[in-house]
């Protein structure tokens, strides 16, 4: 199961997301427009950007089932 970034375009955010890529960590990494930003890690495999609006639940609902951790 992949672990859910929340905010993953963010400082905080990318960092979350590339240490777990560099760990052979499969990564839910969210957004606001679905898309992930870094040039460097958006071709891995494991990396599965996804929209995620924490201001309307039923996105954060979908972005976190089926997640190890969030």
Known sequence: DPF????????TG???VQGL???????????????YVDDAYSKNPLLMPMACDVTNPSTVETAVRGTRAV
């Open 4 to 11: 859910c970034v929340i905010g993953a375009n963010g400082k």
């Open 21 to 35: 890529l560099e760990r052979n960590i499969p990564v839910r990494a969210t957004s606001r427009s679905g898309l």
């Open 14 to 16: 990318t960092k979350c």
